[in-house]
């Protein structure tokens, strides 16, 4: 059975419009960075955006809205963040940074599905978070793609919806 992508759905109960979905996902990270990890993060001035992709947290979605959910970022910056969210230590904080990367995406992901109507529509997967340099990830059959750069400590990281169309 093919399904097109849902409409989102805001307080009312109604799913908001798929366009309105990327201003959703900006603001819906921008809150979790400063509510759940204590950080603030903004969107870059417009122009090409270069990004160390050192570490990539990935949360799928499933039910109505079928999609993968990614946050990449630089080794410092997972290691940041991470001393951030659980208040500990630089070295403390290298040892759990995959979790806290898993664990932020995880909530970036319920809040936004949240958000957008589709709550307790949709089943979030256990975060994966990936190491290195040398890899690609690819969602299988057709997606639409949805990316925003965000600027954390004067690094970037990349916060992208690919949604199964």
Not at 28 to 38: D, H, P
Not at 102 to 110: D, F, L, R
Request: charged share 15%; net charge negative.
């Amino acid at each position: 059975m093919h399904m097109s992508a849902p409409s989102i759905v805001n307080g009312s109960g109604a799913i908001l419009p798929q366009a309105e979905w990327p201003d959703v996902l900006r603001v819906v990270a921008i809150e979790v960075f400063a509510t759940m990890v204590g950080v603030t993060v903004v969107a870059p001035e417009e122009g090409e955006v270069r990004i160390l992709a050192e570490v990539t947290g990935m949360v799928g979605i499933a039910g109505p809205l079928q999609a993968m959910f990614s946050l990449r970022c630089s080794l410092d910056s997972a290691t940041m963040l991470s001393s951030h969210m659980l208040g500990v230590s630089l070295e403390e904080a290298a040892a759990q940074k995959a979790d806290a990367v898993g664990e932020i995406c995880n909530i970036i992901a319920g809040y936004f599905k949240a958000k957008i109507g589709l709550g307790d529509l949709c089943s979030l997967s256990v975060p994966t978070v990936l190491s290195g340099t040398s890899y690609q990830i690819h969602s299988p059959g057709k997606t639409t793609h949805l990316g925003l750069p965000l600027v954390y400590e004067s690094e970037i990281i990349w916060i992208g919806l690919d949604i199964r169309t």
